[in-house]
C-alpha cells in the first residue's frame, strides 16, 4: 500500500509517499503558508498512485487511536484549536486538502496526543482548582507522539532489547522541543501539556515561563491577549533570545562569531533542556538510555556534545561515534546511561497506523469489510 503521510510541523510541511514501510518519496517545504494547497496536490499528482493520506493532527484531545476523517471529524476536531493554535489549523487545513485530492482515497488523522493517552493521573493534573480542571477541561496531553512511537521501536533495534524492557527519557529537538519518559513503550511523563507551549525552550516558543508574566504584561501593561499569545508562540525560545532567528543553524553561526546574545540564547536554551532531561530521569527512574530525534539532534553534532559536556544522567559522548552517521549509539562504553541516536520518522508511523487502520491485509489490499 502507497500511503501519501502529510506532516504539518510549526513552520515547516513535510510530503513523503511510504510504500510498504519504506518512505520512496519525500519533499520538505521549508516554509509552508498554511494556506495553499499546490503543495499537496503537486506532491499527490508526481507519484502515484496513493492509496490513502494519513495526516499529522497535532491535538486530538482525549482521543486514543487514529480516525478516518470526514466533515464531522475535522469539525470536532476544530475544538482542539485553541489548545495547539499554531499548528491545529496548519494540520486541518491539511486534511481539508487531501479530502478534496482527485484521487478520492481515504484519510485517516493520526494524533500526537494519543501516544501519551495513559499518563497516570498525577502527572496529567495541573494543581489547579477543581472546578476549573472539569469545567475547562484544563489538563496535561503531552506532544510529538508519533516521533515518540518511532524512537522507541528504533531504540529497542539498536539496543537489541524488546520496548517493554526499556526505560528511556527521549528528546524530541526540532522546532518544537520536548523531553518524555518512555517506559515499556508507554509515556509516563512528558514536558508539554495542555498546549506544546510548556516545558523546553524551543526555536520561537517560551516554554515554561512563571504564569505570572503574562497576566503582569495584561493587567500593567494593556498588552492584548493576541500580542501575548504570538510573542509567547513566535517571537520567544532562541528567536527571542538572540533577537534574530530560531534557526539554530543561525544561532549557532552568531555565536561562533563571537555575539554575547546568541552565547546567552544556547546557554538558556541547553539549559532548559537539561532540566527537562533530568525531570524526565526521576519519572522513567534509572533510565537506559536518553533517546535524541529531531532535526537539531540529527544536524548538530557538536551541540549533542554539550549537551552532555558535565557528564548530565551519568551519559558521556564518544567522539567519534557522535561524528559517524545514521541511526546509532553515540555514547562511549564507560557511559552510565547510553545516548542513541535516531532520525525523525514521523512517516513511517504515519503509514504504520494509517494501514492498521485501515485494516490492510498481508497483501497491502484493503482487507474485506
Ligand atoms: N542541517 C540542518 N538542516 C535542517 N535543519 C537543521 C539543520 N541543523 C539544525 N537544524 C534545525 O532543525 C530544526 C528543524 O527541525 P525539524 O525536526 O525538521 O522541525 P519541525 O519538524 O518542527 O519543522 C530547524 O529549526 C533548524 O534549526
Ligand atoms: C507539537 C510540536 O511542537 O510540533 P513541532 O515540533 O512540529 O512544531
Ligand atoms: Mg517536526
Not at 17 to 41: I, N, S, Y
Not at 138 to 159: I, K, M, N, P, V
Not at 213 to 222: A, D
Not at 306 to 324: H, T
Request: charged share 20%; aromatic share 4%; with cysteine.
Amino acid at each position: 500500500m502507497r500511503v501519501l503521510t502529510v506532516n504539518p510541523g510549526s513552520s515547516s510541511l513535510k510530503l513523503a509517499v511510504v510504500d510498504g514501510g519504506v518512505v520512496a518519496a519525500e519533499e520538505h517545504v521549508a516554509e509552508w503558508d498554511g494556506v495553499t494547497r499546490d503543495e499537496l496536490e503537486g506532491f499527490a499528482a508526481a507519484h502515484p498512485p496513493v492509496h490513502a493520506v494519513s495526516v499529522r493532527v497535532v491535538h486530538g484531545g482525549d482521543r486514543t487511536t487514529p480516525t478516518v476523517l470526514d466533515e464531522g471529524s475535522l469539525a470536532e476536531l476544530r475544538c482542539q484549536v485553541p489548545l495547539a493554535p499554531v499548528h491545529q489549523p496548519r494540520s486541518l487545513t491539511l486534511a481539508r486538502h487531501a479530502l478534496d485530492l482527485p484521487a478520492g482515497v481515504p484519510v485517516v488523522g493520526c494524533f500526537d496526543t494519543a501516544f501519551h493517552a495513559g499518563l497516570p493521573a498525577h502527572v496529567a493534573t495541573y494543581p489547579l482548582p477543581r472546578r476549573w480542571r472539569d469545567r475547562y477541561g484544563l489538563r496535561r496531553y503531552g506532544f510529538h507522539g508519533l516521533s515518540l512511537a518511532h524512537a522507541t521501536r528504533r531504540t529497542a533495534e539498536l539496543l537489541d532489547r524488546p520496548v517493554r524492557r526499556l526505560r528511556l527519557v527521549c528528546c524530541h529537538l526540532g522546532a518544537g522541543v520536548s523531553v518524555t519518559a518512555v517506559v515499556g513503550g508507554r509515556s509516563l511523563d512528558t514536558s508539554m501539556g495542555f498546549t506544546p507551549l510548556e516545558g523546553a525552550a524551543m526555536a520561537t516558543r517560551c516554554g515554561s515561563i512563571d504564569p505570572g508574566i503574562p497576566l503582569y504584561l495584561l493587567r500593567e501593561h494593556g498588552l492584548s491577549v493576541s500580542d501575548v499569545e504570538a510573542a509567547l508562540n513566535r517571537n520567544s525560545g532562541l528567536a527571542g533570545l538572540s533577537g534574530t532567528s530560531g534557526d539554530v543553524r543561525e544561532v549557532l553561526r552568531s555565536r561562533a562569531r563571537g555575539d554575547p546574545e546568541a552565547r546567552l540564547a544556547l546557554d538558556v536554551y541547553l539549559h532548559r533542556l537539561r532540566r527537562e532531561m533530568a525531570a524526565q530521569a526521576v519519572s522513567a527512574a534509572e533510565p537506559d538510555a536518553v533517546v535524541l530525534t529531531g532535526g537539531v539532534a540529527e544536524h548538530q553534532p557538536g551541540l549533542r556534545a554539550e549537551l552532555f559536556d558535565g557528564a548530565l544522567l551519568g551519559a558521556r559522548v564518544d567522539p567519534a561515534r557522535n561524528r559517524a552517521t545514521g541511526d546509532r549509539l553515540i555514547s562511549a562504553e564507560s557511559s552510565r546511561t547510553a545516548v542513541v541516536l535516531v532520525t525523525c520518522r514521523e512517516e513511517n508511523e504515519l503509514a504504520r497506523l494509517c494501514e492498521e487502520t485501515l485494516s490492510v491485509g498481508p497483501t497491502g489490499a484493503p482487507a474485506p469489510s
